[in-house]
C-alpha cells in the first residue's frame, strides 16, 4: 500500500509541473510577458482622436514588430483628461509590462506612479511631452521649444516684422503646452521689438473651443494680424475660427499636421505650419524601450526634428513622409 501512495504522489506531481510549464509558456491574459522572446510594452499617450496619435501608433507598431514585441497603444478622449490618464497607466502597471511608453498630459500628476514604476525596475520612456521627474530614462520628443520660435519667426516674417499676433495653445500643464506657448514668446520678446502678443488664450487642443477663442479674439481685436495654433485641434480650430468669423488676410501657423490643415495650407487659408515626425516619435519609444529592458544605456533625449511647411514646400518628399493624413 505505501509503494503505491508514493507513486500516485509522484505521478500527481508531474501532472502539476507539466500544467505549470505549459502555462508560462503561453500568453500571459494579464499583458504582462513572461515569454522573454516576445516583451510587453505598454504606451500611454496624451490622446487618441487626432491623427498625430495616430501616426505615432503606427510608428510604435511597426517598431514593434521589427523588434518582436507587442505593445498595447491607448489615450484619453480628449486632451485634457488628466484623471483619464492616470487610471489609464494605473491599470498599464497592473499588467506587469516589461517597459513603459508615457505622455504626460500634466508634467507632475504621475510622479507617485512612475517611482512605483521604478520601484518594481519597470523602465519608463518618456515621449512627446517630458514630465518633471528624474524616472524616465529618456524622453524622444521634438524640440518644442525650438520648433515654437521657428514658428513665431516665420509670424514676424509674413506679418512684415509689427502688428498685433495672437496665441491658441493647447494647455498651460503639459510640456509640449509650455514650450510651444514660451518658445514663441522669447522668440518674439527677443527678435520683433514691434510685434504684440496678446495674452495666450487656452482651448484644450479641442477645435471647437479653439475655434470660438478664435473669433472672440478677433471680436476684441479687430487689428490682430496672426493667430498661431499650439498642435493640431488649436490650428485646425483657428483656421475654423476665421472661417466663421469672415475674416481675410489673417496670418494663421499652426503646429502639427493632420488633413484639414493640409487642406488649408493648400487653399491658402493657412500660411504654414510646423510639423513633427509623429511616426519616428513611436519607432523612437520602441527602440527605446528595448534597449532599456537589454539593460542598455540611453541619452537623456532623443530629438525626433521637425520641419517647416508651406505651399512651395509640401509636396517635397521630405516633407510629405512626416505628414499625417
Given at each position: 500500500?505505501?509503494?503505491?501512495?508514493i507513486?500516485?504522489?509522484?505521478?500527481?506531481?508531474?501532472?502539476?509541473?507539466?500544467?505549470?510549464?505549459?502555462?508560462?509558456?503561453g500568453?500571459?491574459?494579464?499583458?504582462?510577458?513572461?515569454?522573454k522572446?516576445?516583451?510587453?510594452i505598454?504606451?500611454?499617450?496624451?490622446?487618441f482622436?487626432?491623427?498625430?496619435?495616430?501616426?505615432?501608433?503606427?510608428?510604435?507598431e511597426d517598431?514593434?514588430?521589427?523588434?518582436?514585441?507587442?505593445?498595447?497603444?491607448?489615450?484619453?478622449?480628449?486632451?485634457?483628461?488628466?484623471?483619464?490618464?492616470?487610471?489609464m497607466?494605473?491599470?498599464?502597471?497592473?499588467?506587469?509590462?516589461?517597459?513603459?511608453?508615457?505622455?504626460?498630459?500634466?508634467?507632475?500628476?504621475?510622479?507617485?506612479?512612475?517611482?512605483?514604476?521604478?520601484?518594481?525596475?519597470?523602465?519608463?520612456?518618456?515621449?512627446?511631452?517630458g514630465?518633471?521627474?528624474?524616472?524616465?530614462?529618456?524622453?524622444?520628443?521634438?524640440?518644442?521649444?525650438?520648433?515654437?520660435?521657428?514658428?513665431?519667426?516665420?509670424?514676424?516674417e509674413?506679418?512684415?516684422?509689427?502688428?498685433t499676433?495672437a496665441?491658441?495653445?493647447?494647455?498651460?500643464?503639459?510640456?509640449?503646452?509650455?514650450?510651444r506657448?514660451?518658445?514663441?514668446?522669447d522668440?518674439?520678446?527677443?527678435?520683433?521689438?514691434?510685434?504684440?502678443?496678446?495674452?495666450?488664450?487656452?482651448?484644450?487642443?479641442?477645435?471647437?473651443?479653439?475655434?470660438?477663442?478664435?473669433?472672440?479674439?478677433?471680436?476684441?481685436?479687430?487689428?490682430?494680424?496672426?493667430?498661431?495654433?499650439?498642435?493640431?485641434?488649436?490650428?485646425?480650430?483657428?483656421?475654423k475660427?476665421?472661417?466663421?468669423?469672415?475674416?481675410?488676410?489673417?496670418?494663421?501657423i499652426?503646429?502639427?499636421?493632420?488633413?484639414?490643415?493640409?487642406?488649408?495650407?493648400?487653399?491658402?487659408?493657412?500660411?504654414?505650419?510646423?510639423?513633427?515626425?509623429?511616426?519616428?516619435?513611436?519607432?523612437?519609444?520602441?527602440?527605446?524601450?528595448?534597449?532599456?529592458?537589454?539593460?542598455?544605456?540611453?541619452?537623456?533625449?532623443?530629438?525626433?526634428?521637425?520641419?517647416?511647411?508651406?505651399?512651395?514646400?509640401?509636396?517635397?518628399?521630405?516633407?510629405?513622409?512626416?505628414?499625417?493624413?
Amino acid at each position: 500500500m505505501r509503494t503505491r501512495r508514493i507513486a500516485t504522489v509522484t505521478v500527481a506531481g508531474l501532472v502539476t509541473l507539466g500544467l505549470a510549464a505549459c502555462g508560462q509558456s503561453g500568453d500571459n491574459a494579464g499583458g504582462g510577458s513572461t515569454d522573454k522572446k516576445e516583451p510587453y510594452i505598454a504606451i500611454v499617450s496624451k490622446g487618441f482622436q487626432h491623427q498625430f496619435w495616430q501616426a505615432v501608433k503606427k510608428g510604435a507598431e511597426d517598431e514593434a514588430k521589427k523588434q518582436g514585441a507587442r505593445i498595447t497603444f491607448e489615450g484619453p478622449a480628449t486632451e485634457k483628461e488628466v484623471e483619464a490618464q492616470i487610471t489609464m497607466l494605473t491599470n498599464a502597471m497592473a499588467k506587469k509590462p516589461d517597459a513603459i511608453g508615457f505622455a504626460a498630459l500634466d508634467s507632475k500628476a504621475a510622479e507617485g506612479l512612475l517611482q512605483q514604476a521604478k520601484s518594481q525596475n519597470i523602465p519608463v520612456i518618456a515621449f512627446d511631452s517630458g514630465v518633471e521627474s528624474d524616472v524616465p530614462l529618456t524622453t524622444a520628443a521634438t524640440d518644442s521649444k525650438k520648433a515654437a520660435g521657428e514658428a513665431a519667426k516665420k509670424m514676424s516674417e509674413l506679418i512684415g516684422g509689427k502688428g498685433t499676433v495672437a496665441v491658441v495653445a493647447h494647455d498651460q500643464t503639459s510640456q509640449t503646452g509650455k514650450d510651444r506657448r514660451d518658445g514663441f514668446l522669447d522668440w518674439m520678446k527677443s527678435n520683433a521689438p514691434d510685434i504684440k502678443v496678446l495674452p495666450v488664450q487656452y482651448g484644450d487642443g479641442d477645435q471647437a473651443k479653439s475655434a470660438d477663442i478664435t473669433k472672440s479674439i478677433i471680436r476684441a481685436n479687430p487689428d490682430v494680424k496672426g493667430i498661431y495654433g499650439t498642435n493640431e485641434g488649436s490650428a485646425i480650430g483657428v483656421v475654423k475660427g476665421v472661417q466663421e468669423a469672415g475674416t481675410k488676410g489673417l496670418t494663421i501657423i499652426g503646429f502639427d499636421s493632420g488633413q484639414a490643415q493640409i487642406d488649408a495650407i493648400n487653399s491658402g487659408l493657412e500660411a504654414g505650419a510646423i510639423t513633427q515626425n509623429p511616426v519616428g516619435i513611436g519607432e523612437e519609444v520602441v527602440k527605446a524601450a528595448m534597449k532599456a529592458i537589454n539593460g542598455e544605456s540611453l541619452p537623456k533625449t532623443i530629438d525626433t526634428g521637425y520641419y517647416w511647411y508651406d505651399k512651395t514646400n509640401i509636396t517635397d518628399p521630405k516633407i510629405e513622409a512626416v505628414l499625417y493624413k
